[in-house]
């Protein structure tokens, strides 16, 4: 791994102006962090070939290391192998929104390449170069699952650069889950076998029960759950999780969030104040100050031994199962949990579910693309691919701050995760886990429509309220209801239900 010795902050730019590589470095590739080159479209020899000497690609992206570090890396070694300068941009996640969306409404030609979540794609569709054919047919394209080519395609055409897969999924202990003396004291106390949960209700009792103890005997105090629960830090997200099996049914099509025919907003229907009381139920079992954390508290929280039992992107599983990890190959993955009853919004009535409804969250991710106003688009096109080439992606897959999860089939291989160190549960649970997200009938994606960000921004308020108290789930999400409305109407509903209907078509596996 090449390491990065500037540090790039906020608005800094990282200026890789570097010499075209010579001849003899089409022989070892290794310099560049790197096992090893593979083959493929975009592979380092094919990209070495290039010459870009005398041109510049200019290239916005996230604050160091989530998705910062990564986009640095390959921005050096792209800029080494083919003599072009790579200028760098990196923006905290609360200020990359604008600072993608003032310049192309004003018409400026920033950024010839984007890195940005791809829930914001219902905002920035109009701005991006639709994918060339040719590397929709490379290599590297082959075998992105059905979901993230659904996620990076809008209205039929291929208009985002899949280099990220994200998905919630629940995380857990298996040295106490899988301790038999654990699981006689649990069922000594509780009545009920010590088993992963299947429901929400199960998950709450189960943390209520393992906090504040020390139970993995290292001297400290463990904790339940570790959940995303910070307003502006993702907290949406995790509500999302905990909602979508009690608001999600089966066997009703047509929306999740708004009742695609008549734009009606759902958010506080019976099935999402469900889940929000189970939320606001569950915060007796966070860490000291985990009614305020963010994602990078959950990784470290969960990664770090702290708690029990976390959900959300990968990012905690993969610190846990890093080599220095004091828990590595003690965690197991499973599903999310689910319901036992759902709201079934046709009849206005819950239905019960023997086995427990299941509704994967396929969450947004990070994704890229190129600027429809860049004179560089060739060039923009081929970073993208060698961004996410073979080599690339199998190298960033393992560094869990990296934030780039598994995308293809082929990151969907067991072997390939015991081969960097983890043990057969470990590995098997977590490809099992992810591999049935894909082949689910009855999955939730992001809400990706224009202004996304009021819509969310607006339920993460709603969600705070009830978190903190200050009024019930069912009066917190009517207020959320209220303002969705008011967002719709300053929007336009006929544009947000055609925008909408690509999410439905996802959801409704409709392809």
Known sequence: M??????????????????????????????????????????????????????????????IPVIGEPTALHAEQFAKLTGAEVNVVHVPFGDLFQRIMIPFQSEQNAYDVLFYASLWIGDFNRFLEPVPQKYIDSTGMADVTDSFTGVATWNGQMIQYPMDGDRHYLKYRTDIFDNADVQAKFLADTGSELVVPETWEDYNKV???????????????????????????LMFSAFISRAAPYAKHPDVKGGFFFDLETMEPLINSPGFVRGLKLFVDAQKSFPPGGNNFGLGDEIFSFGGGQTLMSYSWDDAYVQANQADSRIRNMVAAAPLPGAGEVWNRDTEKWDTFATPNRAPYMTWGWSSAVSSMSEEQDMAFDFLCFFSNEANAK??????????????????????WKGQGWEDKTAESYVSTLSNME???????????????????????????????????????????????????????DRLREAYANVVKLEDNEG
């Open 2 to 63: 090449i390491k990065i010795n500037k540090f790039i902050g906020p608005a800094s730019v990282l200026a890789l102006a570097v010499a075209a590589a010579s001849p003899a470095m089409a022989k070892d590739y290794s310099q560049f962090g790197i096992e090893k080159d593979l083959p493929g479209t975009c592979s380092y020899e094919a990209i070495d070939a290039k010459d870009y000497s005398g041109r510049s690609l200019n290239v916005i992206t996230h604050a």
């Open 207 to 233: 943390a209520a029960y393992f906090n504040d103890s020390d139970w993995d005997g290292d001297g400290e105090l463990n904790y339940g759950s570790a959940e995303v629960a910070k307003r502006d830090d």
């Open 395 to 416: 190298h960033d897959l393992q560094i869990g701050r990296f934030g780039v999860n598994p995308y293809r089939d082929e990151h969907l291989d067991v072997d390939f």
């Open 439 to 493: 082949q689910s009938q009855n999955r939730v994606f992001d809400l990706r429509v224009p202004g996304v960000s009021q819509f969310m921004s607006s339920m993460a308020n709603g969600v705070a309220e009830a978190m903190a108290g200050q009024k019930s789930a069912q009066e917190a999400l009517d207020g959320v209801a209220k303002e969705w409305a008011e967002i719709t109407d300053r929007i336009g509903k």
